[in-house]
């Protein structure tokens, strides 16, 4: 009966769409009449609500609903979809102040010249307008406008004229800041928690191992991720249309030709070029720019984003009259004082000491004033010239309040979905096709691609992509990132407004068209963009460092870049470096070989011992190097013949787990038949006898399990085990080699620190005996914080700790306080006599010994990746990696 309800969902959800009712309401509507009708007709024949749901009932399904809405509205955690607003925001002002106009005029008289030059300028204000306005439906209409008019009078074909026009209008979805990318990221998120519960399941039921290591797990993804992968695959796209047209133009000229410029190209051309390119250009690097350097978030960019479009709307507005640049002139001066302010002297308001501090704390007042002056002068503007600011706001709440219905809606529908089986019955068809994860793949684009010729983006985004991502993102076998999967399903969304009937971008431009251009010869002019959108889509699939590169790099260069030693980093981490001590074994062997041949004898014995046994370990690592790639060339040379039969199994006990799922549904329908009705009763033998059935079919599937699968499965694993033992043993190894090491460096580094520091201690006597405690106690913490901040006084600050409190006591005792102090003063003195014979005799061979291995064996050390360092091992993360062979 399941089924039957579902089958209502859809069809109520397909009939509701398909008859204009409004997508913010067919959803949810569609969701709640299922619901309703499952609940009402369970509790009419069976007597329990809940008996026609696959997971749990109508509560469950209400509380699903509430979670939903709290996760949207009330979760500081779940902050990605504030930056909706602000994204609409900008790109509708940019929009009304008709800043996009004046690039397609003068971007068309720049590349005219050129064979296909009106296309192409279409396509690169398109690029622009994408990465500043996002907004679709804006762009289109602008550019057909202004653009389409002028290409049909310089004899342009109107199918190719309306297909590049609709097509470049659509690079907004894709290139950030795109509403879809960040809907695509919240979405994935979710799925990402679902995926990575599905891959730990998978790995206990192949191992038997409750915890699955952590560089199989699922990395999320989040809206700049989104941004920066989905950056080079909309400069892709961008490519293919302008290489398309040119192409074109040059095979067929008289379809697409070259329209010369009837003005000069000079000085004062190159002038307007630039005032009208420069301002969009600025705000894209500052937008993007401001997430790609990690200065601020996203929603941070968008409100950044929001403000600079206000100021250059201020001064478009204001164009040919007095004074126009006045607020944006005030505003970029500001900025530059503020960070010449900046760079010049820290600024901190609770650290304000002397007069230049204050001095400086006002000077940076004035400047972030007049800047928020210059903001409200051109808001002042905006609100006053064609009351624009109103406009902009009003449509701003019209798409976001859209946006957010509709995936309120979308999670009604989803969790409705679910409660009914649909999402069980998605997985078992994905996964039970021949082939693996790319049929799976494919097949999904496939029903997305097919989806968007009927439905809208969002509508896509929020009700598909949670079904399907977390099937996709648990398949071991691709192990594919979110952020590739998130841009792949956006690239092909994207198509969703060029699709005939009903593309968006489609009925936009056939508004503003001209009735000399028919709808057919829109259709026609998009069927070649639709081809290279796809083409586009094929290339990042086939390529996806594409979209994992500018994400991995940008994430191990930030500051709160993942140490060296995140378990996740490993597998490229040590593929790098085995090719550096292949490169660099010899060098590095002589480093060993000196730094063990220095006199370490006067160190203290705890360091002379793990200094000795640090270059042990370091002549241990190319041994250890060798076992783990005999270990590895022993799991590759199994693998080929393993694999067949471990797809085979894996397969068949996915279709056993499936039975027993169907068998404890049957069972639990028969524990409530018992307060059932006689007729419902009278089902109990069936039921029954159904149960015998599917056993019988589970012990006829287990007895399809090869003889040989459990020794070779033990023996597989067993390979596995070795390599991973042989990873572990390595790991601890070059960790043991380059620690004491670095730290009796950094020790021994800081010895005229703790020589300076000596005053402080001895002068802590004359305060136990001439300062009140309380006083004494203050003091004290503050000689004992500057000796902690001194690498190897551990002991020293120890003493002084003690000594404070016999100063706090309830009863102070000087004379045990005094006695500390000295115990302290004899400390540091012990110190002072090894480190400074280490600092004169010992220091320069250890420092070269430690630059020497520092970016090899004593690389997961360091607390984050050099750059250097990066720019090799992030095009291995870039990579999807098979890891099937583990589950």
């Given at each position: 009966?399941?089924?039957?309800?579902?089958?209502?969902?859809?069809v109520?959800?397909?009939?509701a769409?398909?008859?204009?009712?409004?997508?913010?309401?067919?959803?949810?509507?569609?969701?709640?009449?299922?619901?309703?009708?499952?609940?009402?007709?369970?509790?009419?024949?069976?007597?329990?609500?809940?008996?026609?749901?696959?997971?749990?009932?109508?509560?469950?399904?209400?509380?699903?609903?509430?979670?939903?809405?709290?996760?949207?509205?009330?979760?500081?955690?779940?902050?990605?979809?504030?930056?909706?607003?602000?994204?609409?925001?900008?790109?509708?002002?940019?929009?009304?102040?008709?800043?996009?106009e004046?690039?397609?005029?003068?971007?068309?008289?720049?590349?005219?010249?050129?064979?296909?030059?009106?296309?192409?300028?279409?396509?690169?204000?398109?690029?622009?307008?994408?990465?500043?306005?996002?907004?679709?439906?804006?762009?289109?209409?602008?550019?057909?406008?202004?653009?389409?008019?002028?290409?049909?009078?310089?004899?342009?074909?109107?199918?190719?004229?309306?297909?590049?026009?609709?097509?470049?209008?659509?690079?907004?979805?894709?290139?950030?800041?795109?509403?879809?990318?960040?809907?695509?990221?919240?979405?994935?998120?979710?799925?990402?928690?679902?995926?990575?519960?599905?891959?730990?399941?998978?790995?206990?039921?192949?191992?038997?191992?409750?915890?699955?290591?952590?560089?199989?797990?699922?990395?999320?993804?989040?809206?700049?991720?989104?941004?920066?992968?989905?950056?080079?695959?909309?400069?892709?796209?961008?490519?293919?249309?302008?290489?398309?047209?040119?192409?074109?133009?040059?095979?067929?000229?008289?379809?697409?030709?070259?329209?010369?410029?009837?003005?000069?190209?000079?000085?004062?051309f190159?002038?307007?070029?630039?005032?009208?390119?420069?301002?969009?250009?600025?705000?894209?690097?500052?937008?993007?720019?401001?997430?790609?350097?990690?200065i601020?978030?996203?929603?941070?960019?968008?409100?950044?984003g929001?403000?600079?479009?206000?100021?250059?709307?201020?001064?478009?507005?204001?164009?040919?009259?007095?004074?126009?640049?006045?607020?944006?002139?005030l505003?970029?001066?500001?900025?530059?004082?503020?960070?010449?302010?900046?760079?010049?002297?820290?600024?901190?308001v609770?650290?304000?000491?002397?007069?230049?501090?204050?001095?400086?704390?006002v000077l940076?007042?004035?400047?972030?004033?007049s800047?928020?002056?210059?903001?409200?002068?051109?808001?002042?503007?905006t609100?006053?010239?064609?009351?624009?600011?109103?406009?902009?706001?009003?449509?701003?709440?019209?798409?976001?309040?859209?946006?957010?219905?509709?995936?309120?809606?979308?999670?009604?529908?989803?969790?409705?979905?679910?409660?009914?089986?649909?999402?069980?019955?998605?997985?078992?068809?994905?996964?039970?096709?021949?082939?693996?994860?790319?049929?799976?793949?494919?097949?999904?684009?496939?029903?997305?691609?097919l989806?968007?010729?009927?439905?809208?983006?969002?509508?896509?985004?929020?009700?598909?992509?949670?079904?399907v991502?977390?099937?996709?993102?648990?398949?071991?076998?691709?192990?594919?990132?979110?952020?590739?999967?998130?841009?792949?399903?956006?690239?092909?969304?994207?198509?969703?407004?060029?699709?005939?009937?009903?593309?968006?971008?489609?009925?936009?431009?056939?508004?503003?068209?001209?009735?000399?251009?028919?709808?057919?010869?829109?259709?026609?002019?998009?069927?070649?963009?639709?081809?290279l959108?796809?083409?586009?889509?094929?290339i990042?699939?086939?390529?996806?460092?594409?979209?994992?590169?500018?994400?991995?790099?940008?994430?191990?260069?930030?500051?709160?870049?993942?140490?060296?030693?995140?378990?996740?980093l490993?597998?490229?981490?040590?593929?790098?470096?085995?090719?550096?001590?292949?490169?660099?074994?010899?060098?590095?062997?002589?480093?060993?070989?000196?730094?063990?041949?220095?006199?370490?004898?006067?160190?203290?014995?705890?360091?002379?011992?793990?200094?000795?046994?640090?270059f042990?370990?370091?002549?241990?690592?190319?041994?250890?190097?060798?076992?783990?790639?005999?270990?590895?060339?022993?799991?590759?040379?199994?693998?080929?013949?393993?694999?067949p039969?471990?797809?085979?199994?894996?397969t068949?006990q996915?279709?056993?787990?499936?039975?027993?799922?169907e068998?404890?549904?049957?069972?639990?329908?028969?524990?409530?038949?018992?307060?059932?009705?006689?007729?419902?009763k009278?089902k109990?033998?069936?039921?029954?006898?159904?149960?015998?059935?599917?056993?019988?079919?589970?012990?006829?599937?287990?007895a399809?399990?090869?003889?040989?699968?459990?020794?070779?499965?033990?023996?597989?694993?067993?390979?596995?085990?070795?390599?991973?033992?042989?990873?572990?043993?390595?790991?601890?190894?070059?960790?043991?080699?380059?620690?004491?090491?670095?730290?009796?460096?950094?020790?021994?580094?800081?010895?005229?620190?703790?020589?300076?520091?000596?005053?402080?201690?001895e002068?802590l006597?004359?305060?136990?005996?001439?300062?009140?405690?309380?006083e004494?106690?203050?003091?004290?913490?503050?000689?004992?914080?500057a000796?902690?901040?001194?690498?190897?006084?551990?002991?020293?600050?120890?003493?002084?700790?003690?000594?404070?409190?016999?100063?706090?006591?309830?009863?102070?005792?000087?004379?045990?306080?005094?006695?500390?102090?000295?115990?302290?003063l004899?400390?540091?003195?012990?110190?002072?006599?090894?480190?400074?014979?280490?600092?004169?005799?010992?220091?320069?061979?250890?420092?070269?010994?430690?630059?020497?291995?520092?970016?090899?064996?004593?690389?997961?050390?360091?607390?984050?990746?050099?750059?250097?360092q990066?720019?090799?091992?992030?095009?291995?993360?870039?990579?999807?990696?098979?890891?099937s062979?583990?589950?």
């Open positions: 009966m399941e089924l039957v309800f579902l089958l209502l969902l859809i109520l959800m397909i009939w769409l398909g008859s204009g009712f409004p997508v913010a309401f067919s959803l949810p509507g569609a969701a709640i009449l299922a619901i309703g009708a499952a609940a009402f007709f369970g509790w009419l024949i069976v007597g329990d609500a809940s008996a026609y749901f696959a997971q749990g009932g109508p509560v469950q399904w209400l509380t699903a609903g509430v979670t939903n809405f709290r996760g949207i509205y009330w979760e500081v955690e779940r902050d990605t979809l504030i930056a909706i607003p602000l994204f609409v925001f900008m790109g509708i002002m940019l929009q009304r102040s008709k800043i996009a004046d690039l397609l005029l003068t971007m068309a008289q720049l590349f005219g010249p050129v064979p296909g030059g009106l296309g192409i300028s279409v396509v690169f204000v398109g690029a622009l307008l994408a990465a500043t306005t996002g907004i679709v439906g804006a762009t289109v209409v602008a550019m057909g406008l202004i653009s389409l008019p002028a290409m049909m009078r310089n004899k342009y074909s109107n199918s190719l004229a309306t297909g590049t026009i609709a097509a470049s209008g659509t690079l907004g979805q894709i290139i950030p800041p795109s509403i879809v990318l960040i809907i695509l990221a919240d979405q994935l998120a979710s799925a990402v928690d679902q995926a990575g519960t599905t891959r730990k399941a998978l790995y206990k039921a192949a191992t038997g191992q409750v915890s699955m290591p952590s560089e199989f797990d699922i990395v999320s993804t989040s809206a700049g991720d989104m941004f920066m992968g989905a950056f080079v695959p909309g400069l892709v796209l961008v490519g293919l249309y302008m290489a398309y047209i040119l192409i074109y133009s040059l095979l067929r000229p008289h379809m697409a030709p070259a329209v010369h410029f009837d003005g000069k190209y000079d000085s004062r190159a002038k307007r070029v630039l005032l009208i390119l420069v301002p969009p250009l600025a705000l894209i690097f500052v937008v993007l720019g401001s997430i790609i350097m990690g601020a978030t996203v929603n941070q960019a968008g409100a950044i929001a403000v600079g479009a206000t100021i250059m709307a201020g001064y478009r507005l204001r164009a040919g009259h007095r004074g126009a640049y006045r607020p944006a002139l505003s970029i001066a500001s900025v530059v004082a503020l960070a010449l302010i900046a760079k010049i002297h820290p600024i901190n609770k650290n304000i000491h002397t007069g230049t501090d204050a001095f400086v704390l940076a007042i004035v400047a972030a004033g800047f928020v002056f210059s903001v409200v002068w051109s808001g002042w503007r609100l006053k010239i064609e009351d624009t600011l109103r406009g902009v706001m009003v449509e701003t709440a019209k798409t976001t309040s859209l946006v957010f219905i509709i995936l309120l809606g979308a999670a009604m529908l989803t969790a409705a979905f679910r409660g009914f089986g649909g999402e069980d019955l998605v997985k078992d068809f994905l996964t039970g096709l021949p082939g693996g994860f790319w049929v799976q793949f494919v097949i999904v684009m496939g029903v997305i691609f989806l968007g010729f009927f439905l809208d983006f969002i509508e896509i985004a929020v009700v598909v992509v949670p079904i991502a977390p099937i996709l993102l648990a398949e071991p076998s691709a192990n594919i990132t979110a952020v590739w999967l998130g841009v792949m399903i956006g690239l092909n969304i994207q198509t969703s407004f060029l699709t005939p009937p009903f593309g968006f971008a489609l009925f936009y431009l056939r508004g503003v068209a001209p009735k000399s251009v028919r709808t057919i010869q829109i259709y026609k002019g998009v069927v070649a963009f639709i081809g959108q796809l083409l586009g889509l094929a990042v699939g086939a390529m996806p460092w594409m979209v994992n590169y500018l994400p991995n790099r940008i994430s191990l260069t930030s500051d709160t870049a993942p140490p060296p030693q995140n378990p996740k490993q597998y490229c981490l040590e593929d790098y470096l085995f090719q550096q001590y292949d490169a660099r074994g010899s060098e590095l062997m002589a480093a060993i070989d000196k730094a063990g041949r220095l006199d370490i004898s006067y160190l203290p014995k705890d360091w002379q011992k793990s200094t000795a046994k640090a042990d370990q370091a002549a241990m690592t190319f041994d250890l190097v060798a076992g783990i790639r005999a270990a590895e060339a022993a799991v590759l040379a199994r693998a080929d013949a393993y694999r039969l471990l797809g085979q199994v894996r068949i996915r279709d056993m787990r499936r039975l027993a799922v068998i404890e549904e049957i069972n639990n329908w028969i524990s409530r038949l018992s307060s059932a009705s006689d007729e419902e009278a109990l033998p069936g039921l029954e006898a159904r149960i015998r059935e599917l056993e019988a079919e589970k012990a006829d599937l287990e399809q399990i090869p003889e040989s699968w459990a020794g070779q499965s033990k023996s597989m694993q067993a390979l596995q085990n070795t390599e991973g033992k042989a990873r572990k043993a390595y790991r601890r190894n070059v960790d043991g080699a380059y620690a004491p090491i670095g730290e009796i460096v950094a020790v021994v580094g800081a010895t005229d620190r703790l020589e300076a520091i000596r005053g402080d201690i002068a006597r004359d305060t136990v005996r001439g300062v009140e405690p309380s004494a106690v203050e003091i004290f913490k503050g000689v004992e914080k000796v902690g901040k001194i690498e190897g006084a551990r002991e020293i600050r120890s003493l002084l700790s003690k000594a404070r409190r016999a100063i706090k006591a309830k009863v102070p005792d000087p004379d045990k306080a005094l006695d500390f102090i000295d115990k302290a004899a400390a540091h003195a012990g110190e002072m006599a090894w480190r400074t014979q280490t600092k004169t005799e010992l220091l320069p061979g250890l420092q070269a010994y430690e630059a020497a291995i520092r970016d090899t064996i004593g690389l997961r050390q360091q607390p984050k990746l050099p750059v250097e990066v720019k090799e091992i992030v095009g291995c993360l870039s990579q999807h990696r098979d890891i062979l583990y589950f």
